[in-house]
Structures are given as C-alpha cells and as structure tokens.
Nanobody, 125 residues
Framework: VQLQAFGGGLVQAGGFLRLSCAAS????????VAWFRQAPGKEREFVAG????????SYADSVKGRFAISGDNAKNTVYLQMNSLKPEDTAVYYC???????????????????WGQGTQVTVSS
C-alpha cells in the first residue's frame, strides 16, 4: 500500500485542521493505521491509531479529547481531525500502516512498514 499524507498548514492556537492519509494499491481497511508526529530535535511520537476494522481507536494523552482518527472506506482514506490546536502540536505529521498490527495503541514506529511522506503542521501562539 502507498500512503500520501496531506492537509497540514499554518493555524493559530485554538484552531483546527484535518489531515488526510490517502491509500492506494490496497484497501486501507486491511491495515491498522496510525498517525505519528516529529517536532524538530525530538523523536517521532505516536499520536493516534485505529485498528483494521476501524472499531477501536487509541490516542496519546497529549491529544486525547482534541484529536480524532477516523476512516472512510469508500475514499480509502484515514483522517486525523485536530481541534483546539496548541503551539506544542507543531510538527511534521506522518501516517503509517501495517497489516500485522492488531492494536490501535501500537506506539512503536518500527512496527509499521508503510509510511506517508509527512505533512507540516504549524500552530502559532
């Protein structure tokens, strides 16, 4: 499966963005999908994940209640709705997928074989 992440941009604190992870080549519902982010000088961190069936989701504590991951099988796309954005959310956001991941809370980047190219999110204060 090939993944393309887009939807990033510059937004003021308190604003919102919706990131998209468009899949091609395979049906994205056959994969667990996660969003990670990496800020300058920091390690890549797990943000949110969803199981193959879409039935279960998991979030990092730092985004819980503000971000929501969801999928649209008809569009073969997984979304990350980000609300109440904070300057500390500034990072490059990546989507990742793997058919062998069975939990929505798989936070280890190395467990995902397929990655999108990343999209920059900048939140100004």
């Amino acid at each position: 499966v090939q993944l393309q992440a887009f939807g990033g941009g510059l937004v003021q604190a308190g604003g919102f963005l919706r990131l998209s992870c468009a899949a091609s080549g395979r049906t994205v519902s056959s994969y667990a999908v996660a969003w990670f982010r990496q800020a300058p000088g920091k390690e890549r961190e797990f943000v949110a994940g969803v199981t193959k069936s879409g039935g279960r989701t998991s979030y990092a504590d730092s985004v819980k209640g503000r971000f929501a991951i969801s999928g649209d099988n008809a569009k073969n796309t997984v979304y990350l709705q980000m609300n109440s954005l904070k300057p500390e959310d500034t990072a490059v956001y990546y989507c990742a997928a793997d058919p062998s991941v069975i939990t929505a809370a798989q936070a280890m980047a190395a467990q995902y074989d397929h990655w999108g190219q990343g999209t920059q999110v900048t939140v100004s204060s």
